[in-house]
């Protein structure tokens, strides 16, 4: 089984930006010295190229963030400065959930240590997402001939509005979010199936509506892969989540998502989604937990395999 992580690609962003960025590099430190996985196991991954993004974004989008001519409003949307090191880390981020979707369908789970930007729509970015990781991956192995469908289940705290755009109207690609009903993006684009939960939402009304919400994708989707989006901010401490899960309910939504799906026989690639906890330990901790869960999965998916 392998992890993808691109965090040595480093985006120069001013001391006093919200977003947090080091919670990638801490993640990969503790997988290591925590023994969940070894040096072996980690992998950078490839750039997507222009080919790849095309098959969900516009060719005036990608040619404004490839050369720098995005407008201010266009930059303030993203939510970072435009700078050479913006492409090259999306590329790569957009690549390790690619990396790890190709390498799912070998050892039936694999993760990006980065990804999640389900905000990214056709025709711009937005939320500090600026390619859609998801549907680029998604769209890239139905190329490849890998595979046919596949599902998103985007359990990231705000709704997958991107994803949603990009895949409306495909019937190859059924997407899932599982969100902050009150919480960005403020104007929502309609998934396949949204599952809005109020303010405070807790662990036992959130996976039960979990539970219904993943049965009803996996037995419409008819999928070959579920994209997994294990977001961080559902937790009680987030300080933009709005949600009161606890890090022990998040835990079991990992496994949840894994035991549906493998039930099923159907191998999932996970990506981080977005977290913002005041610090940054509780957000490394929170995906340490889901990264611990799917090398747990990956030997459960081989025990299953050789029998």
């Given amino acids: 089984m392998k992890f993808f992580y691109c965090d040595d690609f480093v985006l120069p962003l001013p001391d006093d930006h919200r ?21 072996a196991m980690m992998h950078v991954p490839d750039g997507v190229t222009d080919i790849d993004i095309l098959r ?14 995005l407008t201010l409003k266009e930059v303030r949307r993203i939510g970072f400065p435009w700078s050479p090191e913006l492409i090259v880390r999306s590329r790569h981020s957009t690549g390790g959930t690619l990396g790890a979707a190709r390498e799912s369908l070998k050892s039936g ?3 990006n240590l980065a990804g999640g930007t389900h ?12 390619f859609n990781d998801i549907a680029v991956s998604a769209r890239a192995l139905q190329a490849e001939g890998l595979i046919r469908n596949a ?58 509506r979990l539970r219904e919400g993943v049965a009803y994708a996996l037995d419409h989707a008819d999928a070959d892969i579920a994209f997994f989006l294990a977001g961080a901010d559902p937790w009680e401490g987030d300080r933009l989540g709005k949600l009161s899960l606890s890090k022990a309910g998040l835990i079991e939504r990992d496994r949840t998502v ?13 990506a981080m989604g977005g977290g913002y906890a ?27 395999t050789t029998v």
């Fill in 19 to 39: 977003f947090p960025m080091r919670k990638y590099s801490r993640l990969r430190e503790r997988i290591l010295t925590e023994g969940v996985a070894t040096e």
């Fill in 56 to 69: 969900c974004h516009d060719a005036e989008y990608l040619h404004k963030v490839k050369h720098g001519f």
């Fill in 109 to 111: 789970t694999s993760m």
């Fill in 119 to 130: 905000h990214a729509c056709p025709d711009h970015g937005e939320g500090f997402c600026v």
């Fill in 151 to 208: 599902v998103v289940l985007d359990c990231d705290v705000h709704q997958g509005n991107g994803t949603a755009a990009i895949c409306a109207n495909d019937p190859t690609i059924f997407t899932l979010s599982i969100h902050g009903e009150k919480n960005f993006p403020f104007r929502k684009v309609a998934s396949d199936l949204d599952i809005g939960m109020d303010n405070g939402t807790g662990d036992d009304e959130y996976m039960q």
């Fill in 258 to 270: 894994f035991e549906m799906c493998f039930e099923r026989n159907i191998p999932v690639a996970v």
């Fill in 278 to 304: 005041p610090d940054v330990e509780d957000i490394a901790d929170i995906h340490f937990n889901t990264a611990r869960t799917v090398a747990e999965m990956a030997q459960v998916w081989a025990e299953k």
